[in-house]
């Protein structure tokens, strides 16, 4: 039975490490989502102001007036392309993360079926020990009846 507590014990902290590493799977999930929406905002705020530039440049815009729109459009990219870096980083971390979660599940996983064959074998060791014992008080009683 020692062996058992050993195994439980392992299992419970199998679980517990793996209950660990899906809750950073799902927070690395969470940064990646927040990362790709701020970086569709920043490419809905270019388009926009690629929008208001043309439309500026429509109604007359003075060079100095291009030449700041056009450079603000490019503050605007550089900083999506630093999102862009950003959210594929993340990425990478969300699937470092779920490898680590799902090969800890595989290992805990793999401890409850040990400890579930155990005690299947153990249940099977009763049982057999039992039925001896009513083999042979059967026995003894038919030999008794037969004296």
Do not use: C, P
């Amino acid at each position: 039975m020692m062996a058992n507590n050993k195994l439980d014990l392992l299992y419970k902290l199998e679980s517990e490490k793996e209950e660990s590493l899906r809750v950073n799977y799902m927070q690395a999930q969470h940064h990646l989502n927040d990362n790709q929406q701020k970086l569709s905002g920043l490419n809905d705020f270019r388009l926009e102001y690629a929008q208001q530039l043309h439309i500026k440049a429509k109604q007359g815009l003075t060079s100095g007036g291009f030449t700041q729109y056009h450079a603000f459009i490019k503050k605007i990219e550089e900083a999506i392309l630093q999102q862009a870096s950003t959210v594929n980083t993340a990425k990478q971390v969300v699937e470092q993360r779920k490898t680590l979660w799902l090969a800890q599940q595989v290992k805990a996983k793999a401890i409850a079926k040990l400890i579930e064959k155990k005690q299947v074998a153990h249940q099977t060791r009763i049982n057999k020990a039992e039925q001896k014992m009513l083999d042979e008080f059967a026995t003894n009683q038919f030999m008794r009846r037969r004296a």
